[in-house]
């Protein structure tokens, strides 16, 4: 489902939203909500807004668990780390237990982490495949989500959960969920925006299966639902498409 908003602003209210209805759907359901978060600028309005009143107070923060969807192997006091701006938006402004919040980031090498990682996923979902609530994705100019990056090898990826690898082109490794982890979710929405978009948007969602190069196709839950809130600017070259 393609949603369209007027304002990043509105779009992150909707965002915001669902996050919170989800969270309170799963720990209804399950007795706890599991969600995965993202980084880069598109979430950051939908942290700020989930550290305020009202939705603040509406989330059940005591039985939340996060993790995340990828991250540049940097440490967590390095600016370009996806965690720190989570926790510098969010997660130092809301009750929830540290034991609760697991990086992606540790003192092993990245691919060693990356299957400490996947073993973390399978302790928290007793050993079944893991199957997060809510993940939060967005989605580069290039078509990549997560750091599932045009022409990388992880595209091919059937059975890890995790993996970690070098990436030529930013000359630094990434650690990411795969696409079979991703799709494996409840609940996926994506949050993109602005005219540099709008190129790679129409061909993931409206172009012939290029997943090699637009590597955001591969996101295709089976048992799941997948949303896209993107605003008028990244949805301008759409047909198909609701405007809210």
Known sequence: ???????????????????????QEAV????????????????????????????????PWDKTYVFWGDERWVNLTDDRSNAKMAFDTLLHHVPISKSHI???????APE????????????????????????????????????????????????????AYYLEPQSMYRITLTAPCINQAKKIVFMTYGEKKA??????????????????????????ETLWLVDEAAASLLKDKVSE
Do not use: C, W
Not at 1 to 23: C, D, N, P, Y
Not at 38 to 43: L, Q
Not at 102 to 108: A, T
């Open 112 to 163: 060693d982490f990356a299957l400490v990682y996947e073993k973390r996923l399978q302790n928290h979902f007793g050993g079944a495949a893991p199957r997060f609530d809510l993940v939060l994705l967005g989605m580069g100019d290039d078509g990549h989500t997560a750091s599932l990056f045009p022409g990388t090898a992880v595209l091919q990826e059937k059975e890890q959960m995790v993996q």
């Open 199 to 224: 190129k790679a948007l129409r061909e993931v969602l409206e172009g012939e299966r290029n997943p090699e190069q637009y590597p955001a196709q591969l996101i295709q839950p089976t048992q799941g």
């Open 1 to 23: 489902m393609i949603q369209v908003f007027k304002s990043t602003a509105a779009l992150s209210k909707e965002a915001v939203e669902i996050f919170v209805q989800s969270a």
């Open 28 to 59: 209804q359901e399950n007795g706890r909500f599991t969600v995965a978060l993202t980084g880069g600028s598109s979430p950051e309005q939908l942290y700020k807004l989930l550290a305020q009143a009202p939705y603040r107070e509406l989330v």
């Open 102 to 108: 697991f990086p992606m980031y540790g003192e092993q």
